[in-house]
């Protein structure tokens, strides 16, 4: 609410609500109590002794124009040179626009317990199941024993039957699931060994289908087995479903799975010039020279997937 809102609400004059609001704007961390963006930074900045007038004036008037990464237009208007708009702009960069998100607890750490461990032992994959993710079932012999005690209790002994069978066959299905998550991750480093000995960029195309081929069950089997499960390998935990992914068809013939692309646009971006970033057409030559060919739509597509702005915005002074 504004000031003069707080005013009326607690029957006080708008110099006291701003006099304890400017208290209230000394508080760690620097930055709360601000009205928006824009006073947030400047308080920050103040709290550690790095405004001044060009500073403040940029962030008043041109906070736009520097999320846009047009710097150009800054050092046009102010007169100065654009690298010094860059450093306001790093500077700025390094502020905490949300101040109260250092006591958030909203997203704690949530620790994975992979499903599978893949390990490569005499120069082969194997996969090893983690038992401890479901526990060990079995009946208590105490109520196969009671169904033999019941023997002549015939309505009795027949409750007692369909819940031990019952049971029974809970435990199958269990073990069941464990051998078909087994299987579906043994198909899944065959297809994927590439991936396994040199990384990220070796991902091939895969599909449900393919797998589910392989062990001779449906699709649906595999998607069910998959889901929210986890995989410990050489290079990492990655959920199942990473390595099922749709892709192109290299020059080799073999299929490129999209994350295996998205891998090789941040590998090209990372060691691009940052005051000349490459454009998307200019990533799109050089995955063709890879031998990948997918359009300039598909490289933006990846890209923003990847949370990479474009080469506009990643340019630097």
Request: net charge negative; charged share 25%; proline share 3%.
């Amino acid at each position: 609410m504004s000031a003069e809102e707080a005013a009326r609400a607690l029957g006080t004059d708008t110099d006291k609500v701003e006099e304890v609001l400017d208290v209230i704007q000394t508080f760690e961390p620097a930055g709360v109590g601000a009205r928006n963006l824009k006073e947030c930074l400047i308080i920050q900045l103040a709290a550690k002794g790095l405004l001044d007038e060009t500073v403040e004036y940029i962030i008043m008037n041109h906070l736009e124009d520097l999320g846009e990464n047009k710097l150009s237009r800054v050092a046009k208007v102010l007169g100065l040179p654009v690298t010094q708009i860059q450093m306001v702009c790093d500077l700025i960069r390094s502020l905490e626009p949300k101040p109260g998100r250092c006591f958030s607890s909203g997203n704690s750490v949530k620790y994975i317990t992979p499903d599978v461990t893949v390990e490569k032992i005499d120069g082969s994959y194997q996969v090893i199941t983690n038992e401890y993710s479901v526990p060990r079932l079995m009946v208590s012999p105490y109520y196969s024993n009671l169904a033999r005690a019941a023997v002549d209790d015939a309505e009795l002994n027949k409750y007692l039957n369909e819940k031990y069978n019952a049971a029974l066959w809970l435990i199958k299905s269990i073990e069941q699931r464990k051998n078909t998550i087994f299987n579906v991750v043994d198909a899944v480093i065959r297809h994927q060994k590439d991936f396994l000995d040199n990384g990220n960029q070796h991902l091939h195309t895969l599909t449900l289908k393919q797998v589910a081929d392989d062990l001779g069950i449906h699709e649906s089997t595999v998607s069910r087995a998959i889901n929210g499960k986890y995989m410990q390998t050489p290079r990492g935990v990655f959920e199942i479903k990473y390595f099922f992914s749709s892709g192109v068809t290299g020059s080799d013939g073999e299929g490129v799975s999209s994350n295996s692309i998205k891998s090789m646009i941040k590998e090209i971006i990372d060691s691009e010039d940052p005051k000349s970033p490459y454009s998307d057409q200019d990533m799109v030559a050089m995955l063709s020279d890879r031998g990948i060919e997918i359009s300039r739509r598909t490289v933006a597509k990846y890209r923003e997937g990847l949370n990479i702005l474009s080469s506009s915005k990643r340019r630097r002074y």
